[in-house]
């Protein structure tokens, strides 16, 4: 059974930066893709980026494109979203999820980890 | 690629059959999932590939459409399936959303 435990999430001023952290367990190496989604009251659910399990591809939504980079460590099993200026409107809690891409839904959620952009 | 949700939201009671639609600007074959949220709560997987019941997901959820049009039909409501729910397309960069809807005890 996949379990995701997500961290790193807190209060940061507009322009400011931020890492998320995902720890995966049970997971098996293969072309499975790992998910970042963000959820606001203000857009509802948003999906924010993904990358292949092995690491060879990575996609992201056009508003954090430049801003916030995913990448993986399979050593470690850890997922991280990097997230630099950070603006207001990135403010929502953040969910790593199994699955998005190549067809596949997110199967494994986990509990979220709350990202406030504030001055 | 934009999801329409209907209804935004629903009341019913227990026993009872509801439908949610899900409608595509643009046809996504089959790449369509459903998700339910409870408050508080991450979603969790229902159905994907419109149709297809997540293991653990009780018969009573089915999922049917393809191209444009999808429906989430619940029967013989429980007390534990008021929440919110999501359809969401995998066709697609971006995976989008649709708005939700939020299914509530009359």
């Known amino acids: 059974e996949v379990h995701l435990v997500e961290s790193g999430g807190g209060l940061v001023q507009p322009g400011g930066s931020l890492r998320l952290s995902c720890a995966a367990s049970?997971?098996?190496?293969?072309?499975?893709?790992m998910s970042w989604v963000r959820q606001s009251p203000r857009d509802g659910l948003e999906w924010v980026a993904n990358i292949r399990q092995d690491g060879s591809e990575t996609h992201y939504v056009d508003s954090v494109k430049g801003r916030f980079t995913v990448s993986i460590d399979n050593v470690k099993n850890l997922v991280y979203l990097q997230m630099n200026s950070l603006r207001v409107e990135d403010t929502a809690v953040y969910y790593c999820?199994?699955?998005?891409?190549?067809?596949?839904?997110?199967?494994?959620w986990g509990q979220g980890t709350l990202v406030t952009v504030s001055s | 690629i934009q999801l329409t949700q209907s209804p935004s939201s629903l009341s019913a009671s227990v026993g009872d059959r509801v439908t949610i639609t899900c409608r595509a600007s643009q046809g996504i074959n089959s790449y369509l999932a459903w998700y339910q949220q409870e408050s508080g709560k991450a979603p969790k997987l229902l159905i994907d590939t419109a149709s297809t019941l997540q293991s653990g997901v009780p018969s009573r959820f089915s999922g049917s459409g393809s191209g444009t049009e999808f429906t989430l039909t619940i029967s013989n409501l429980q007390p534990e399936d008021f929440a919110a729910y999501y359809c969401?397309?995998?066709?697609?960069?971006?995976?989008?959303f649709g708005q939700g809807t939020r299914l509530e005890i009359k």
């Open positions: 969401q397309q995998l066709q697609s960069y971006p995976p989008t």
């Open positions: 049970g997971l098996t190496f293969n072309t499975d893709w």
């Open positions: 999820t199994r699955g998005i891409g190549s067809g596949k839904a997110a199967n494994a």
